[in-house]
């Protein structure tokens, strides 16, 4: 029999803690409370994944940065190409001149890159100059502009430097001619440099040779060309001067101009003044052409020539017409020396190889430009100039380097610049013709 409590507020009391009881059984359990020494880090939004090992982590953030260790750095880019230009007649009147020397310029070429210029290769840009005054100055802003080379070889001739050189103040460009002739020609511009031999140094050291070989001879008649830029000084100034200082009387001379084929009328006013030599000189093709002649018609007496026909291999083609001929030389393939006679063995192998050139090869001027890009190759070297040095810094360097150069000893001989000339002559090797070819006079 169940009972019934008879005081209200004790059945109250009795329900209000059922209802307290039933609440709680129905509520969520409580979180854990967290020990003090291992406290939660701050969430983050890496956080989610926290259930993986810490241990095995580790590795995998080494492994996204390989850049941290040295062996993995990237090597360092070679140096840019050293740039020069180099300016020859390859095609047109002279080009068996300028053939020849582009064989000098390859072997410089190699034997600088055996060591290269501080780390860069030396590259040799070359321009094809046919004897063309105007082409040459259209190539030499070429050469400063789009080009962007450190220094100019060349022109040629001394009619194509005349034109070119100017340019080189304006445009704050060395150059160096190894060829030209015409005297002080680079006075007053000081970014044009010289490393050949001036007409009046080559032809006083001719007419001395002749004079010596040939004592008796007092007459003399000059055969040559009258307008062309770099032979008209020699006929007009340096030839009278020195055959008259020399003891020689001029009997006058007799004129003919580039490209003229028919001689037969100079060669007949020569013989018309009883000349008992000749002195001569003109391009390869008219002074050949006037050699031809002078044996037809039987005008065979001493002659003496100017350098501008004596380079190249043209006294082989007339051999028998120019025995006994003696000329002034800038280099001469006999001179002694170990390094001059084995330079002169390769100039012959790659010659001798190459189809486009001459035969038979035969080296002449060409030293002088190998000596040239040698000595500018040894001037950027020493300070500091690579491809990637500044243009005009690299450039005033080389200029710096030439003019004050001294005593570089090249294949042909040691060369110092004349500080007001800016020129870097030295010897002439007087040398004589047999049997088709020069000789140095003993």
Request: hydrophobic share 45%.
């Amino acid at each position: 029999m169940r009972r019934i409590l008879k005081n209200p507020l004790a059945a109250a009391a009795i329900m209000l803690l059922a209802v307290v009881v039933l609440a709680a059984a129905c509520a969520p359990a409580a979180a854990p409370t967290p020990t003090p020494t291992k406290a939660a880090p701050a969430p983050t939004t890496a956080a989610a994944p926290a259930a993986t090992p810490t241990t095995a982590a580790a590795p995998k953030v080494e492994a996204t940065k390989p850049a941290a260790t040295a062996t993995t750095a990237p090597p360092k880019a070679a140096a840019k190409n050293v740039k020069v230009c180099y300016l020859s007649p390859l095609s047109g009147p002279v080009a068996s001149l300028g053939l020849p020397q582009s064989i000098a310029a390859k072997l410089a070429e190699e034997d600088i890159n055996k060591t290269g210029v501080n780390g860069s290769k030396w590259e040799v840009l070359t321009k094809d100059s046919p004897f063309d005054a105007q082409q040459a100055v259209t190539l030499f802003r070429q050469c400063a502009g789009g080009d962007q080379a450190f220094v100019v070889f060349g022109p040629y001739s001394s009619g194509e430097f005349d034109q070119a050189a100017p340019l080189s103040s304006d445009l704050k460009l060395p150059v160096v001619g190894t060829t030209t002739t015409k005297v002080a020609a680079a006075k007053g511009m000081p970014y044009a440099f010289r490393m050949s031999i001036p007409d009046d140094l080559s032809v006083e050291a001719a007419v001395k040779a002749y004079r010596k070989a040939y004592p008796n001879v007092k007459k003399v008649a000059i055969i040559s060309d009258v307008k062309e830029a770099v032979v008209e000084p020699v006929t007009k100034e340096w030839f009278p001067k020195y055959l008259k200082e020399s003891g020689f009387e001029v009997v006058g001379t007799s004129e003919f101009t580039r490209g003229m084929t028919d001689m037969s009328a100079v060669v007949t006013k020569a013989k018309g003044m009883n000349a008992e030599g000749l002195a001569v000189d003109g391009l390869p093709q008219e002074w050949t052409i006037l050699a031809k002649e002078l044996a037809r018609q039987g005008l065979k007496v001493p002659t003496v020539m100017a350098a501008h026909s004596w380079p190249g291999n043209s006294v082989f083609t007339v051999k028998d017409d120019v025995e006994g001929w003696i000329a002034p030389a800038f280099f001469q393939e006999d001179l002694p020396g170990a390094d001059v006679q084995a330079w002169v063995k390769r100039f012959h192998v790659v010659g001798d190889a190459d189809a486009k050139i001459p035969k038979p090869v035969y080296a002449s001027v060409d030293a002088q430009l190998y000596d040239a890009m040698m000595a500018v190759a040894d001037i950027m070297r020493k300070a500091g100039v690579n491809g990637d040095t500044p243009l005009q810094q690299a450039r005033d360097a080389v200029r710096t380097g030439l003019e004050t150069l001294k005593d570089y000893k090249g294949i042909v001989r040691s060369y110092t610049m004349d500080k007001d000339l800016h020129d870097a002559a030295g010897a002439v090797y007087p040398v004589v013709a047999k049997s088709g070819r020069w000789e140095l006079i003993k």
